[in-house]
């Protein structure tokens, strides 16, 4: 045999024989969880299992047991990603339900995570794999239109200043529109703004693909990164994407079956819309959601 396929077929004897072909019994030895940190835009995922009970040994076992880490990490994560929330309406398992893309896709999209080298345990029993995907990443396979559909100016527009960026505060629990109750508002792929006229001001079809390849519509914070003891008020990074002069805008209500799209004020809705620079913000993904700290971080 030639020497290139050596190691590729001993890699693959070992898995099959340490975790048959990777079904649920084999992956039930794999100890995972999964979050998602919404201000950096990460999914976080952790797997670990028992070098022994796989009938692996130190040292040689070492590299072996990395990718049988590597090779199982699609299967663990499948899940936890499908759990997570695209928009107020649907989760992406919904979406691979509805054909919107396929489990084929988002186990590509896996191949594509970061990854941290293994660590083991103490008594070298154990090994742990860390693993991150920006969400930019799994939204991206959901933003498929070729050209972003413009907001539409209003028939009466107002006089308004020309913003660097927007930024909607609702970190404290919100009406919910349409119910008689409150919640705070969640973060989700794709959130959508919508004025109190139930006019719809934002979603993802009117951000350019090229900003979703790598970011999400939107940006997540928490409310102490918008009171720096800086010119604009914000930290470095936020501050570069919304600018020095962002509108600033207080949501009134949560919207959305899940309580992820905000509701602002008309008045605050036409202040955007009544400006070409201003429409061109939403074009441009230069919109922050700043949310209760408690809702940025989704363990899943």
Do not use: H
Not at 26 to 39: A, I, Y
Not at 258 to 276: G, M, N, Y
Request: aromatic fraction near 6%.
């Amino acid at each position: 045999m030639n020497d290139k396929f050596k190691v590729p077929a001993l890699i693959i004897l070992c898995l099959f024989t340490a975790f048959p072909v990777f079904g649920d019994e084999s992956l039930d030895r794999f100890d995972t969880s999964c979050s998602v940190d919404w201000t950096r835009g990460e999914l976080i995922a952790q797997a670990g299992f028992d070098l022994v009970q796989a009938g692996l040994r130190l040292p040689t076992g070492r590299f072996l047991a990395e990718e049988i880490l590597k090779e199982a990490y699609p299967l663990l994560v499948r899940p936890y990603l499908l759990s997570i929330k695209a928009d107020s309406s649907s989760t992406i398992g919904n979406l691979v339900e509805q054909r919107e893309l396929s489990l084929e896709e988002l186990d590509l999209l896996c191949g594509e995570a970061g990854t941290i080298t293994p660590s083991l345990s103490s008594d070298l029993r154990r090994m742990t794999g860390l693993f991150t995907l920006p969400t930019g990443k799994i939204g991206a396979l959901l933003a498929r239109q070729s050209r972003p559909m413009a907001p539409s100016s209003p028939l009466i527009p107002v006089q308004t200043a020309d913003y660097t960026g927007i930024i909607i505060i609702a970190d404290r629990e919100l009406p919910i529109r349409g119910r008689r109750a409150e919640a705070l508002v969640e973060p989700c792929l794709f959130p959508k703004i919508w004025d109190t006229n139930m006019n719809l001001i934002y979603d993802k079809a009117m951000v350019e693909r090229s900003r979703q390849e790598n970011n999400l519509m939107i940006r997540y914070a928490a409310s102490e990164s918008i009171f720096r003891p800086t010119p604009s008020g914000l930290e470095g990074e936020l501050a570069g994407l919304v600018g020095p002069n962002p509108l600033r805008i207080i949501a009134r209500e949560v919207f959305g079956i899940f309580p992820t799209d905000t509701v602002i004020d008309r008045q605050d809705a036409l202040k955007i819309l009544s400006s070409e620079n201003n429409r061109r913000l939403l074009l441009e993904g230069r919109v922050i959601f700043v949310l209760n700290e408690r809702m940025l971080k989704t363990a899943l």
